[in-house]
């Protein structure tokens, strides 16, 4: 099975911070590799697939982007309903795995 | 709008079966994989399976920690997955997501929470 390793475990920022959550697959999954925002009590949310496509209604200051095997979430400029938690997910192999998630906290 | 919903969700002691609902509406049904994922109480995302459409002879993959237990079908003509659970253990104690797969796991149900206990 495809392991992804999702760091941090948890990120404390400000609004208006640019923050990063970075996934790494244990081999090749090209592109395929989502992200997801989830609040507490809720069903997750899709926010980008395929490395870099974001869903549409997604704001732009979501960014995803991908170097090798490793994969980034950006967040431009926190806003107040971006503190959620984030799960990254490989979809290129079944199982797709999930990372352990990032959960963002107000400072 | 598109809505997914879950239901039959409970309570079953350990062993136990249960199988759960999931109809769908707004989007073309037939045409989606769909897929089961489930969350433990304070805990992250587990993949469970996926079912693929009829095009794709309606292929099911399943985590391991699940194969062998639980079994995903669908019933196009009710727009309707399913996700049949048996000899349950206390692990598998979680909310449990279907969701249609298109790009990523784009649309979710609002979950159903399985407990098994004795």
Not at chain 2, 27 to 53: D, N, P, Y
Request: aromatic share 10%; proline share 3%.
């Amino acid at each position: 099975d495809i392991q992804m390793t999702q760091s941090p475990s948890s990120l404390s920022a400000s609004v208006g911070d640019r923050v990063t959550i970075t996934c790494r697959a244990s081999e090749s999954i090209s592109s395929n590799l989502n992200w997801y925002q989830q609040y507490p009590g809720k069903a997750p949310k899709l926010l980008i697939y395929t490395t870099s496509n974001l869903e549409s209604g997604v704001p732009s200051r979501f960014r995803g982007s991908a170097s090798g095997t490793q994969f980034t979430l950006t967040i431009s400029s926190l806003q107040p309903e971006d503190f959620a938690t984030y799960y990254c997910q490989q979809s290129d192999s079944t199982p797709y795995t999930f990372g352990q998630g990032t959960k963002l906290e107000i400072k | 709008d598109v809505q997914l919903v879950e239901s039959g969700g409970g309570l079953v002691q350990p062993g136990g079966s249960l199988k759960l609902s999931c109809a769908a509406s707004g989007f073309t049904f037939s045409g989606s994989a769909m897929h089961w994922v489930r969350q433990a109480s304070g805990k992250g995302l587990e993949w469970v399976g996926r079912i693929r459409s009829k095009v794709m002879n309606y292929a099911t993959a399943y985590s391991a920690s699940v194969s062998g237990r639980f079994t995903i079908s669908r019933d196009d003509s009710k727009n309707t997955a399913y996700l049949e659970m048996n000899n349950l253990k206390t692990d598998d104690t979680a909310v449990y997501y279907c969701a249609r797969h298109s790009g990523g796991l784009q649309y979710w149900g609002q979950g159903n929470l399985v407990t098994v206990s004795a």
